[in-house]
């Protein structure tokens, strides 16, 4: 079962993303290749000035827009000179508006025209019997006339016949398909193209209105990056005690942490002050998609590549193809193939085989570090970074020297902050570059590595869980009320550079009445601290008892409720586990298996921004890191929790609120009865109309149906007069599968939830299964999918606009027509959307809403705006906050929580 995120969500359903009063999608979705051509995905804004004219390009064309008066300043434009740059673009704008406009009317006459030439004049003739199918009086009329023809059908016919005749559409496009099957299939390979060719144009237009809107409001965005840049003129070059031979030329391209590019160039004009020799140019991977003749021209003559976070696999393997000229490469807490490009002096990470990492001296110690633990290898790397450079002093050898600098680089990017880059940089180019006797820079400026941290208590940090409860207990907000205590993991870098959402989240987290115990971390040490460090009331019962040792957990262990990771990384791994693709798995099941408590990964998306998550939803990389590697390492919910506005990381207030609110109802579930808890169970059923009710590829479910009752029994779930026993139950799986394609019928579906208690349960009967449906009106429909509307920036955050609070309301209207004469599918004879089903004791049985419209496979697979019609919202949403409120629903042996 799907669960659908108000600002933005994988599936592929809109009506949950955040559309507005002023819609202004701001990146264009252009597909390259053709449909059928598989691409590695595109993420994020990029700077470019004419998105317009440059389809593949994938960006934010408000940044764009400000990209184009940033450069106009990087290039010394008098104040007059940046002033015609706005003039310049709003008018060019306004000609592509026009002209982009123009292109989509003559696509759309194209479409028209093609669905005309398919389906005009076909004669249809369908049985008397039909029009008993129909779902209200004026579409019986229609079917009754056993004859149709279609003289024009356009477009937007075509999509309101299926909104209104389901019946009939699905007539007309058999009887099209059996008339020429190549034509048919011809047909279909057009309109798709066609289709995909409208939606880039859609979205190019989209964007180009938004630039409109913006351009306004540049011209106090460029006069505010004048005024906020400091003054590096006033920096006084260091000493040299000789004269720099050349120009030293570093680049440096992050991935993950763009968040930190104002500090690093920051860092690009301190060191022009300090050494104008050195010039660090300073990029992000998405300018890789969108200013790579600039990166690569700038590659081609660097002495030195410093990457960091970098894992999108088209980044990863151009820059791997540019690298062979450059002397030293520094990448740090990237893909693997990318790491193995690092080579600075004589030590080299070389893949091949030829060299493999440090000499066997300083193999021997590092593995003096860590617990020995495969999984806590990269942990023990972290220990080893401290007082590695110090040790390697005496170990002979120009590799270990030449580790050591590797080691005292990675030192000053990991601890961060404007001056540890800047002597980053200083001390790169002095021991590998080009020596010109500079002063040895200091040493990096430390922050722990491992800490907790607190709003209430600026710039203190606590050693640990324990150390930081202890303070709570006498001082936190929330000390003595029994709240729920929730371990919250929280990327370091994040921390260490100020990023203000890690005081919102921990500030609105008490607010919603929960104690989270913020730990923040790098990455790779995430499993260490919740296996040693946190603990839960299960798992000290499992250790009182004998059936769990102890292992390394700490006897000060702080006990939590459940678990929310913010870092956007595997919890065994790290960065590393990003690329395993679940390799540690094992490892997370162990850890969190002992807890037993929810684990739930709740991050800002860091590879797509803002605009594209409101208007696209959330796709490609961004899915896989926020999705898929939490369902290996066994989250049981995902969160997004706001994301990239140019470089900076926001919050939406809205998003923590649906966090805590799910928190609270899992906390809430544990705590309990088993006996009074509620459960839904939704059977599979795609596509429509085939038979698929309750089928699953390679799986019996009326077997598997039983043996779900029968464990649920046995695990104290509150199943009515069920009889108890495995063998008791042989056949109710099969019974219970007739009922529900009996509640299908289009007869007993118009007279709604009266109907389905009239049918009754059938043979399942006789095992205690009652007939259980509802019936939800269009106004309480309204009512469900309507947000506060009081809500504004406070709830929302940084979204490219403001949306109205039912907007969910207006994207299904669009879609699906006016909600009060709304009769298509799945609903009554009266207007009312029926949700049918099953109850046995507090277990609701049901089968999953249908998707798309029977018969029209394209609008399923290739309609981007694809709203999912009114009764499947109504269903989820009925389950989710009029039949139960927190409850368990579980879908194909999965547990999921709506």
Known sequence: MATHHVAGSSASHSWARVPGRRQTPLRPNAPRGGPHRPQAPQYRNSHVARVIDKPDVKQSSAEAFIASVEQSLKDAAPEQEAASVVAASTAELQQQVTAIEQQLADLQQQIDARINATFSNIRITLPAEAAAGASDERQRQQLQQQEHTFADIDDAAFAALGRTNPLLLMALLEAAQSADKASWQAFQS??????????????QLADARSLLDIALRAEGKRQGLAAVRPDEQAITPLRTSTTP??????????????????????????????????????FSDRDIATRRGEVAAALAGADCLFGSLLFDYDTVEWLRGQLAAVPVVLVFESALELMGQTRIGSFTMDP?????????????????????????????????????????????????????????????????????????????????????GLSIPPPPQETPQTGCLHPAQPGRYW?????????????????????????????????????????????????????????????????????????????????????????????????VDALVSTIGFPLVGGPAGTMEGGRQAEVAKSILS???????????????????????????????????????????DTVPLGGLVGDDIFLVPERVTRLSSRVHKWVSLRRKPTSDRKLALMLYGFPPGVGATGTAALLNVPKSLEQLLAAMQEAGYHLGPLPSGH??????????????????????????????????????????????????????????????????????????YLPSEDFLVKRMEAQWGDLNSYRGINSTMSGTLLVPGVQVGNLWIGVQPLLGVEG???????????????????????????????????????????
Request: aromatic share 8%; net charge positive.
């Open 245 to 282: 031979t050349r120009t030293v030329r570093i680049v440096l391209i992050c991935g993950f942490e763009s968040f930190n590019v104002a500090l690093y160039n920051s860092a690009a004009r301190r060191l022009a002050a300090l050494a104008p020799h050195i010039q660090l140019r300073v």
């Open 463 to 559: 050693t640990s869980p324990a150390e930081y409860m202890a303070w709570y207990a006498r001082e936190g907000p929330l000390r003595g009320t029994g709240a729920p205590v929730v371990g919250l993991l929280l990327y370091r870098k994040h921390v260490i550079t100020d990023q203000p959402y890690i005081q919102q989240l921990i500030s609105q987290m008490e607010a919603e009445g929960l104690i989270p115990v913020p730990v923040f971390i790098n990455g790779v040490e995430a499993h260490t601290v919740v296996r040693d460090q946190l603990t839960s009331e299960y798992e000290q019962s499992l250790i009182a008892s004998g059936e769990l040792p102890r292992g390394s957990l700490r006897k000060d262990a702080v006990k």
């Open 190 to 203: 057009d309109l798709q193209t066609l289709k995909l060719k409208r939606q880039r144009l859609s979205s």
């Open 594 to 636: 002992s807890m037993n408590v929810p684990y739930v990964v709740a991050a800002p998306l860091l590879i797509q921004d803002m605009a594209s998550w409101a208007e696209q939803g959330i796709q490609g990389l961004q899915s896989v890191v926020l999705y898929s590697l939490p369902e290996l390492d066994g989250a049981i």
């Open 856 to 898: 029209d496979p394209m609008r399923l697979l290739f309609e981007r705006d694809l709203t999912p019609h009114p009764q499947y919202a109504a269903t989820y949403k009925w389950l989710q906050e009029v039949r139960y409120g927190p409850f368990v629903a579980t879908s194909r042996g999965q547990l999921f929580r709506c």
């Open 352 to 436: 091949s085989g030829k060299s493999k990492g440090p000499p066997p001296a300083v193999k021997k110690v590092l593995s003096l570090f860590g617990s020995g633990r495969e999984e806590d290898r990269l942990t023990g790397y972290l220990s080893f970074l401290k007082i590695g450079p110090q040790l390697l002093k005496f170990i002979p050898g120009k590799k270990a020297k030449d580790l050591r600098s590797w080691l005292t680089v990675y030192g000053y990017w990991n601890q961060g902050g404007l001056s540890n880059v800047v002597s980053m940089f200083l001390y790169l180019t002095e021991q590998h570059l080009a020596p010109a």
């Open 727 to 800: 063998d008791a139950l042989e056949g109710l799986g099969e019974a219970i599968l007739k009922t529900l394609k009996a509640q299908e019928e289009p007869r007993t579906f118009s007279r709604g939830a009266a109907g389905i208690t009239a049918l009754g349960a059938g043979e399942a009967e006789q095992w205690g299964v009652q007939p259980a449906a509802a019936e939800v009106t269009p106004q309480q429909l309204r009512e469900l999918l309507t947000f506060p509307a009081e809500w504004g920036p406070t709830e929302w955050g940084p979204i490219p």
